[in-house]
């Protein structure tokens, strides 16, 4: 689908409210054109024909025009913002849904600031672009049409030398169509540049002022900043040098029509009523056209944002499934999975064959690189696998439907996201009708609540961009009351609780075993002190499964677990053979 007909599919949205939009400013030209016709009968039937008996007739003409025209000037802008604003409002919706629904593979691939600068910018200049530029320019075109007509009545001598003139001036306004399009373009991409730049600039002040690298990081804002200035000179040095060649052949045809009117004028050919609004057509319409090409410069450069915005849009999306999951999950099965990172260039998972008893406690554990943390993602649906498939009551994972499938499983990973909000929103993510009680639970469970309730707003308390002022083990714990309160059929936890001391780590384990008891819990963990009691305990080695059994019956094979345990004795305080 082209460009212009995605323009046209989002002018559909707004159709009744650009019609308005265009029905009140073509009146708004009507009435303006009415008080320069108005203007000449003041001046050739009232002041030179002496008429005295048609002053007051026209004089109450003249004011209600200038009246109903600056009405409809005030009313069709405000149709205007008003189907910007709808267009925005539909257009950030359909994005969000979009990037919700991309590859996390493609996702990782982008810088954030990025998909920041679709919202910031790419957003507003295709909202006005479909709901401003467009009725603008048929507004602009209307213009032209009737003003021409109005001139070819008025003088046909005098409309041929403007028109002749008018074709000029838009010939040497295409020979510079193609150089702007690429100036703008440039100006868009380095304006791009430079404020993600700014957002990751922000995002790691903390890094730049430990490794003190201001003057580096000052050193790179000007230098985009420097590129991005050079590009937008560039334009202006663009369209001056467009300005002074096609401007004097405007003003051209404005100083032919005061020469060749005032003659006609003088031969008696022409009244001097006509003459006066031949010459203000004459000054309006070269206004118009200039105005009309301008906008369509402006439309085609602003292309390049619909373009951004649709290759998120119309992008890569992950696919969803349509099967529904209604009822509980009663097996779970990994059933030769294979799987790997593009950018890695190698596989992670070789067909790995793993029964996730439901209900219970299941581990997985293994040296860095051995697959466990990828499994979590395919279980969380991050990705699905490049070979064999997970298994949901006998269903493929990927066949069954996304919202379905999270409303069952949740996950929380090793560096948990929290927004710049207070804790309880953290929480909540969202959930609606919990209870104070049902909060303070789940937050006492994961020991967390002690620590909120001395904080001067307690729940009410911010945390900070991405939770900054919390610590690593406060983060992964608010993370893990969330996950607490959603009650998920399946429970991934990977590295969940790696940043807390081996005490707190314990009791948290505790309360996760009696909480969860009779629902399935998978656990990814370094410390295998905290997975001793898992019901069963699955070891990856380069990408396979390697052992299998509950703790007793791996220690007893003396195989890869036993050296795992071996190795990690001085963390593992309380693990024994």
């Known amino acids: 689908m082209s460009n212009y007909r995605w323009v046209l599919g989002w002018l559909g949205q707004v159709k009744g409210w650009v019609a308005l939009a265009v029905l009140l400013m073509t009146a708004e030209i009507l009435s303006n054109t009415a008080t320069i016709w108005l203007n000449q009968q003041m001046i050739d039937d009232v002041l030179v024909a002496g008429h005295r008996d048609r002053f007051w007739p026209v004089l109450i003409q003249l004011a209600a025009a200038y009246a109903l025209y600056s009405i409809l000037f005030t009313l069709g802008p405000h149709m205007i913002h008003i189907s910007v604003a709808k ?58 049409v009737f003003l021409i007509a109005i001139m070819g ?105 005061l020469f060749y009117g005032g003659w006609l004028v003088l031969e008696n050919r022409l009244s001097l009523g006509l003459f006066v609004v031949s010459f203000q057509f004459t000054s309006r319409l070269m206004d118009t056209l200039s105005a009309l090409f301008n906008g369509w410069m402006q439309l085609a450069g602003r292309m390049a944002a619909v373009d951004r915005i649709r290759s998120v849009m119309d992008g890569s999306q992950t696919a969803d499934g349509s099967t529904r999951l209604t009822g509980p999950i009663r097996e779970l099965q990994l059933i030769d999975v294979s799987f790997g990172y593009a950018e890695e260039g190698c596989r992670v998972l070789s067909d790995v064959s793993i029964a996730l008893p439901v209900g219970r406690k299941i581990a997985l554990v293994g040296a860095s690189g051995g697959g466990k943390s990828t499994i979590a993602s395919l279980l969380a649906r ?79 308390t911010l945390v900070g961009e991405r939770g900054i002022t919390l610590s690593g083990g406060q983060r992964q714990r608010l993370a893990l009351a969330r996950a607490l309160l959603r009650d998920p059929e399946l429970l991934i936890l990977d590295e969940a609780t790696s940043s807390l001391d081996m005490e707190t780590e314990r009791e948290i384990q505790r309360a996760l075993d009696e909480r969860r ?41 003396n195989g890869r677990y036993c050296g795992l345990v071996a190795k990690m004795s001085t963390e593992a305080a309380g693990i024994g053979a």
């Not at 990814?524 to 019956?553: C, F, K, M, P, W």
């Open 87 to 144: 267009l925005r409002t539909l257009q950030s919706r359909q994005l969000m849904r979009s990037m919700f629904r991309i590859p996390v593979a493609e996702l990782q691939k982008e810088r954030t600031g990025h998909y920041v600068y679709h919202f910031t910018n790419d957003l507003a200049q295709s909202a006005d672009l479909i709901g401003n530029d467009i009725p603008r320019m048929t507004q602009q075109f209307a213009g032209a």
């Open 153 to 257: 009545t008025a003088s046909p001598s005098l409309l041929v030398m403007v028109a002749a003139i008018s074709v000029l001036y838009i010939l040497i306004g295409r020979k510079f169509s193609a150089p702007r399009k690429a100036a703008g373009s440039e100006v868009s991409k380095n304006r791009s540049q430079l404020i993600v730049h700014l957002e990751e600039g922000v995002s790691s002040t903390r890094e730049v002022l430990a490794f003190r690298r201001q003057a580096w990081e000052e050193r790179r804002y000007r230098e985009l900043f420097r590129i991005y200035y050079d590009s937008v000179m560039d334009e202006a040095k663009l369209f001056n040098r467009q300005l002074a060649i096609s401007d004097p052949f405007k003003w051209l045809a404005v100083i032919l029509v």
């Open 382 to 460: 991050f990705f699905d696998p490049d070979g064999g498939m997970i298994a949901v009551n006998g269903t493929p994972l990927a066949a069954i439907n996304r919202e379905d499938w999270a409303g069952k499983a949740t996950a929380v990973f090793q560096e948990p996201y929290l927004f710049p909000d207070t804790i309880r929103m953290n929480l909540l993510f969202g959930l609606e009708d919990v209870s104070d009680e049902k909060l303070r639970d789940a937050c006492s469970a994961m020991r967390i609540h002690d620590f909120i309730a001395v904080q001067p707003a307690g729940y009410e």
């Open 517 to 557: 008891s009779g629902k399935t819990t998978v656990i990814i963990a370094h410390r295998l002190s905290t997975i001793r009691n898992a019901d069963v305990i699955y070891v990856l080695d380069g990408g396979i499964v390697a052992e299998q059994g509950t703790h007793e019956e791996l220690m007893q094979l």
